[in-house]
């Protein structure tokens, strides 16, 4: 077994690889649109395991964007071995230990029924950080009551850009996640799934206070999330009514289903979640690795 840097001669046997197993793991920075767009450099270090006829049987690649960087936490964006035994994962994770000059940690998924995974992940010296369920509904009928005081529009590109950060960095301040960037939300706009008109923003008077976001999940699901409130509107409905609108775009867009994810300790955020219909699929495991 030889593990060594992806390069440019193995690059569609990469992606290739990535499009057969991401079933088999978190597939949220794989999708058909990620892994077009996917290149070899600095922020992307990638290494593959090859076999004695040079075949790729598994692949190890981290996220290491500015968005990383300036949290110092690097992000799994694979981590899959066919062969399913801990000398191969080890081999792979050996090839990253360098990111301890520039992060802290190092954090990757894996699905709660995925013992096999869960086990390696363990005898590599990651523990669990939280748990993640996956929610879903059927769309049915949804009836909205009016906000009269606030204004619900949807984001406006290379206009609306600083308002969606502001909500969501206040939203989300003192979480383990960096803080977001405009750039980061004009490049929303050609991630995977991403449906026009599906980034909602809703204001009091001229102030920004909430928004969320609906992506395409499959031809039949859309995604709904994040969603963020600002901490002087929380707990005043407003989430609810995001959700509401977030519920009948995706059946006016002729989906039938949505789907969401939601840290199994926010129990405000799932209480309300269950309250709208949906119901949980799925349980994902999020480890953390400390360099």
Same mark, same amino acid.
């Given at each position: 077994?030889? %593990?060594?840097?992806?390069?440019?001669?193995?690059? #569609?046997?990469?992606? /290739?690889?990535?499009?057969?197993?991401?079933? &088999?793991?978190?597939?949220?920075?794989?999708?058909?649109? &990620?892994?077009?767009?996917?290149?070899?450099? #600095?922020?992307?270090?990638?290494?593959?395991?090859?076999?004695?006829?040079?075949?790729?049987?598994?692949?190890?690649?981290?996220?290491?964007?500015?968005?990383?960087?300036n949290g110092k936490r690097a992000r799994v964006r694979i981590f899959h071995s066919v062969l399913k035994e801990f000398s191969t994962y080890k081999l792979l994770f050996e090839r990253i230990q360098y990111l301890k000059a520039d992060f802290t940690d190092i954090?990757?998924?894996?699905?709660?029924?995925?013992?096999?995974?869960?086990?390696?992940?363990?005898?590599?010296?990651? /523990?669990?950080?939280?748990?993640?369920?996956?929610?879903?509904?059927?769309?049915?009928?949804?009836?909205?009551?009016?906000?009269?005081?606030?204004?619900?529009?949807?984001?406006?590109? #290379?206009?609306? @850009?600083?308002?969606?950060?502001?909500?969501?960095? *206040?939203?989300?301040?003192?979480?383990?996640?960096?803080?977001? /960037?405009?750039?980061?939300?004009?490049?929303?706009?050609?991630?995977?799934?991403?449906? *026009?008109?599906?980034?909602?923003?809703? $204001?009091?008077?001229?102030?920004?206070?909430?928004?969320?976001?609906?992506? *395409? *999940?499959?031809? @039949? /699901?859309?995604?709904?999330?994040?969603?963020?409130?600002?901490?002087?509107?929380?707990?005043?409905?407003?989430?609810?009514?995001?959700?509401?609108?977030? !519920?009948?775009?995706?059946?006016?867009?002729?989906?039938?289903?949505?789907?969401?994810? %939601?840290?199994?300790?926010?129990?405000?955020?799932?209480?309300?979640?269950?309250? @709208?219909?949906?119901?949980?699929?799925?349980?994902?495991?999020?480890?953390? $690795? !400390?360099?």
């Open positions: 077994m030889l %593990v060594k840097a992806l390069d440019f001669d193995k690059l #569609e046997e990469f992606k /290739t690889y990535c499009l057969i197993h991401r079933d &088999e793991v978190d597939e949220s920075f794989i999708g058909d649109m &990620e892994l077009e767009k996917f290149s070899i450099s #600095e922020d992307n270090p990638t290494f593959i395991l090859l076999n004695d006829q040079d075949v790729i049987v598994g692949v190890l690649s981290v996220m290491t964007s500015d968005y990383y960087r954090f990757m998924y894996a699905f709660e029924k995925d013992q096999t995974t869960i086990d390696i992940y363990k005898k590599l010296s990651c /523990t669990v950080e939280r748990y993640i369920y996956v929610l879903e509904c059927d769309l049915d009928d949804i009836n909205i009551a009016e906000k009269p005081n606030y204004y619900l529009k949807d984001l406006i590109f #290379e206009k609306d @850009e600083s308002d969606w950060c502001e909500v969501y960095n *206040e939203a989300f301040a003192g979480q383990k996640i960096s803080d977001l /960037t405009v750039q980061m939300v004009k490049d929303l706009k050609s991630s995977d799934g991403f449906i *026009e008109g599906g980034m909602k923003l809703l $204001y009091d008077v001229n102030k920004p206070i909430a928004f969320i976001m609906i992506t *395409e *999940e499959s031809e @039949e /699901t859309s995604y709904i999330g994040p969603l963020g409130v600002k901490p002087s509107y929380q707990k005043q409905g407003i989430g609810r009514y995001m959700i509401k609108i977030a !519920k009948k775009f995706s059946k006016d867009k002729g989906y039938k289903k949505a789907i969401l994810v %939601v840290n199994s300790h926010n129990e405000s955020a799932l209480s309300l979640y269950l309250s @709208e219909g949906f119901k949980k699929t799925e349980s994902v495991i999020c480890f953390n $690795y !400390k360099l």
